[in-house]
């Protein structure tokens, strides 16, 4: 049996612009405004049950 040459790994060089780009921190932001309004919705639910309980 041969032995496999070493592999070597072709990776893009990181961009000087920094860790977080702004596609990113717009995608943080949605998803944080998507968490609030389940929350807001949840509780709204919520508060409709209780609403019709008494």
């Known amino acids: 049996m041969g032995t496999l ?3 070597t790994t ?3 060089p990181k961009s000087a612009a ?3 780009r ?3 921190r717009a995608v943080t ?3 944080l405004l998507a968490v609030l309004a389940g929350i807001a919705w949840l509780v709204g639910m919520v508060w409709t049950v209780t609403g019709w309980a008494h």
């Open 10 to 12: 072709r990776r893009a």
């Open 22 to 24: 702004p596609a990113d």
């Open 18 to 20: 920094g860790s977080v």
């Open 5 to 7: 040459g070493s592999m």
């Open 29 to 31: 932001a949605g998803m």
